[in-house]
């Protein structure tokens, strides 16, 4: 793809990483490669530092420039033979972080807390961010198929990365240097999908016609979208009635409400659609009111009865909702339900169990109102991305390996949800090892730095309690494998247990998560001296009714949110392998355990829930400890 700044008649391609407003990493040799006129001869010049180059037979050319010191703008020139001089302006040198992972690095500043705050004081033009469109491949490709750089501003960061951007404006303060953002990110992904087939022990040719056969399965559902969505005009739409008691909505199609509605014939459909339904009451239930549920609505609506609006909600797409509905909204007999629903990527609709859509009047049963609902898309897009984050390689071979050889100065990681599972959890160590080594190799920086973002706390709905540490949690089981990956040099993880939404699987507080990510930055890619971690379990000693936990050495000491000596969180376990609550002191660097149900413990679990609410064992400069188990049964 040419830049925008080439002439007509340029011959020269570059990366989309070198366009206007790039960041290009300080201190490190400089690759810079294109495509030209096959044999042509290519001088590169950046800041009085040039290089040549014969582009090959496909055209393909490379050039090393020494290393930088950080400063600029600058122009990058490329010349072909000698011509005009393809531009690449306001290049600055400073410090460049890849930011990859699912939707928590995914999410957006419009989103996050206090944004409205964060973004009209957005105006460090030296934090930049570079996002990489969610596309995909069944081969590895030189090229992205989109994306530019954006200074942060008021009018441009509420589509950044919020952690990635909160994360990059701490480190701006402290080095003092540009830093770039590079965000290749895809809500939903498994790990497998980020990992070259080669990797992950695939045949290449395997996944290369899987993706054959996903594009053509692909064509033929967009097809059948496109003949749903023309039996309306999908310009000019007013939707201004639609939410009103008396709108004929005849010609609406109709779909199974709980389900996506992907699921209903509108597969990869992004966008606005509504939903109307209707239920009936007695003249007593309509006066006393009534709540309505409408299940889980991916990603937000606004829910009207009989055109009086009673409920709203944003971003929450794995929130039952559940509104009451005052008497003056409702009358006796037939009253009529619409629901806008707004859908920003992935599944979209209502879904969720059944007995999540109801209507009940005062102190009666719940009346089900699942069923098949009136349903009409309004202003929509169709793409048919959105199970590819799900297939193994298929995003590392087009949003991973076009990045290379971009030098950065480190990763930071924030994935994990999507492998949480019984089946999956525990792999998961292997594979997310597995994944930093290639990448570190793909960089040829056997060294790079590596951040992640422990899973937040989080009610998933798979959590046992009272079960063996090896079932009980799988969140718990893949914190465990994302603490045992800090085995590989160069590593480090936030803790996050304490900041998450037990309700919402996106929390909000994407400041604190990008302040510790900075932290790690600081002392593994930075070799500050400071405090970046929490407490890390060491080992356990056993003896008679009493367990002593250790933790390893740290200049700041243990500590319990809310004061005093007594921690929670811990539980004991016998030969029966069952755990119960355990009594917590803190003395020192150890924890002193006991509890009345374990005569003689054999093993002690910190934290070990999808949600660890009582968990409360810091360090004496806030920061959480890390979930552990002494056992690994």
Do not use: C
Not at 488 to 505: R, Y
């Amino acid at each position: 793809m040419l830049l925008a700044t080439q002439t007509v008649q340029a011959k020269i391609a570059l990366p989309l990483l070198f366009s206007d407003g790039a960041v290009v990493q300080r201190d490190q040799p400089l690759p810079i490669w294109g495509w030209a006129t096959p044999g042509a001869r290519i001088e590169v010049a950046l800041d009085g530092r040039n290089a040549k180059a014969t582009a090959s037979g496909d055209g393909a050319w490379r050039v090393e420039l020494p290393a930088h010191a950080a400063g600029g703008p600058y122009l990058l020139e490329i010349r072909e033979n000698g011509g005009d001089a393809t531009t690449v302006r306001d290049v600055l040198v400073g410090d460049v972080w890849l930011a990859s992972g699912q939707s928590n690095m995914e999410w957006p500043v419009a989103q996050a807390k206090d944004a409205e705050r964060e973004i009209a004081s957005a105006s460090d033009s030296r934090i930049r961010h570079f996002k990489v469109p969610k596309s995909w491949s069944g081969q590895p490709q030189a090229r992205l198929t989109g994306g530019q750089w954006q200074a942060a501003s008021p009018q441009t960061v509420g589509a950044f990365s919020a952690v990635g951007y909160f994360f990059a404006r701490e480190l701006r303060a402290k080095t003092g240097v540009a830093i770039g953002i590079i965000d290749s990110t895809w809500g939903g992904s498994r790990i497998e999908a980020w990992t070259s087939a080669a990797t992950q022990g695939l045949d290449a040719q395997a996944i290369e016609r899987q993706a054959r056969e996903l594009e053509a399965r692909d064509q033929n559902a967009m097809a059948e979208t496109h003949a749903r969505l023309a039996r309306w005009p999908q310009k000019g739409v007013d939707t201004s009635r639609w939410n009103r008691a008396d709108f004929d909505d005849r010609d609406w199609d109709r779909i199974a409400v709980p389900g996506l509605w992907e699921g209903g014939g509108y597969n990869g459909m992004d966008g606005e659609a509504w939903y109307r339904a209707s239920f009936t009451l007695s003249d007593a239930e309509a006066k006393a009111g009534v709540v309505l549920g409408i299940g889980r609505i991916d990603d937000s609506d606004i829910a009207w009865v009989n055109g009086q609006q009673v409920g709203e909600t944003r971003m929450q797409y794995n929130l039952p909702r559940q509104y009451p509905v005052p008497s003056q909204a409702l009358h006796a007999g037939v009253n009529q339900i619409a629901v806008r629903v707004q859908d920003f990527g992935g599944g979209g609709g209502i879904h969720g169990d059944a007995s999540e859509v109801f209507v009940q009047p005062q102190g009666a049963a719940k009346r089900p109102l699942d069923g098949a609902w009136k349903f009409r898309p309004a202003q929509v897009s169709v793409a048919m991305v959105d199970d590819k984050n799900q297939y193994p390689a298929l995003l590392y071979n087009q949003m991973i390996r076009p990045l290379q050889p971009y030098p950065v100065r480190g990763t930071i990681w924030y994935q994990g949800e999507a492998n949480a599972t019984a089946a999956d959890a525990y792999r998961y160590r292997d594979q997310f090892a597995a994944m930093i080594q290639e990448w570190r190799g793909d960089w040829k920086q056997p060294a790079m730095p590596f951040l992640w973002v422990q899973l937040a706390n989080f009610i998933s709905g798979g959590d046992v309690a009272g079960e063996s540490a090896g079932a009980g949690s799988p969140w718990a089981l893949l914190r465990e494998s994302q603490s045992h990956t800090l085995a590989l040099p160069a590593t480090a993880q936030a803790v996050a247990i304490d900041i998450g939404d037990p309700k919402d699987i996106h929390p909000l507080d994407k400041q604190e998560v990008g302040h510790r990510l900075a932290l790690a930055a600081r002392h593994v890619a930075y070799g500050e001296s400071l405090v970046y971690s929490g407490p890390v379990y060491r080992v356990a000693r056993f003896k008679g009714r009493e367990a002593r936990v250790e933790f390893e050495p740290s200049a700041s000491a243990l500590a319990v949110r809310g004061g005093g000596d007594a921690a929670h969180g811990f539980e004991l376990a016998g030969a029966d392998r069952r755990f119960h609550p355990a009594s917590a002191i803190v003395k020192g660097n150890t924890i002193v355990l006991t509890s009345a149900a374990v005569a003689q413990p054999q093993a002690v679990r910190y934290a070990w829930h999808d949600n660890p609410e009582q968990a409360d064992l810091i360090n004496r400069d806030g920061l959480p400890a890390s979930p552990f188990r002494s056992d690994a049964w």
